[in-house]
């Protein structure tokens, strides 16, 4: 009987991969569907199910790393203290990534208008709950650092391009169209935003996905230049008056 640190020969085959990252997005497609079903149109409720989906996605990436002997080190999350100018240095480059997002999500909207008749910005709509609601705004930020800013640097970066990468072997070719693959999925899984959101996110997953790299799976530092973007939007819509108030 094999050990849990030693995992069925059809896990760790290219197909076992397949299935796990299959397995991983059905889960979500899942409870948003059935979710989204059960709550109507209620914005608030319909991103609670996002955010429950989320968690649960986290288990299922929990659930293979545990079944092939593996922790969230594995990923990029090892938890060591170096010191603190190593952590002032970590600081720093998360905010030197954040910037590198931000131009990237720039980018994605200059070549937004490919897209044919694209609105002039992405498709905010579905916060409209965040818009002058303090509590809802410190809500909402509590979640996603939590949720958002954490599960998808997990999900989309740690996750996703490690696994896509082992179908190539590993490989410098592999981990580039891995991270292209992530970057196009941290895209689409962003459609509420429309056409112009999805370009925008996916030259940004782009961004993140080359600094997981260069940064050698540093994924705590993706983490926190991933937190800054979400309070600087979450912000951004807060600050956004409603139409009901601009009227």
């Not at 929990?62 to 240095?89: I, K, M, N, S, Y």
């Not at 056409?195 to 926190?224: E, N, P, S």
């Amino acid at each position: 009987m094999p050990s849990e640190s030693h995992p069925p020969a059809w896990f760790d085959r290219k197909w076992g991969r397949v299935a796990e990252i299959f397995f991983l997005f059905l889960t979500a497609w899942l409870i948003i569907s059935i979710g989204w079903s059960l709550v109507g149109n209620g914005l608030l409720a319909r991103q609670w199910v996002v955010w429950v989906a989320n968690i649960a996605m986290l288990l299922v990436v929990w659930l293979g790393l545990r079944r092939r002997g593996q922790t969230w080190a594995d990923l990029g999350l090892g938890v060591e203290f170096r010191g603190w100018l190593p952590l002032v240095a970590d600081i720093l480059k998360s905010i030197v990534v954040f910037i590198v997002a931000i131009v990237a999500f720039v980018v994605g909207s200059i070549f937004a208008p490919v897209a044919g008749n694209a609105p002039q910005q992405a498709d905010m709509s579905s916060y409209a709950w965040l818009q002058g609601n303090l509590p809802m705004l410190l809500l909402a930020l509590a979640a996603v650092y939590v949720v958002s800013s954490f599960g998808e640097e997990v999900i989309y970066r740690g996750f996703l391009i490690n696994r896509l990468a082992e179908l190539g072997d590993r490989s410098r070719l592999a981990y580039v169209l891995a991270a292209i693959a992530s970057a196009v999925i941290f895209g689409l899984i962003h459609f509420d935003w429309g056409i112009v959101g999805i370009i925008q996110t996916t030259f940004m997953g782009a961004a993140l996905a080359i600094c997981y790299l260069v940064l050698k799976r540093r994924l705590w530092i993706l983490v926190l230049a991933h937190g800054y973007l979400d309070t600087l939007l979450l912000v951004q819509i807060y600050l956004t008056p409603s139409p009901a108030a601009a009227s």
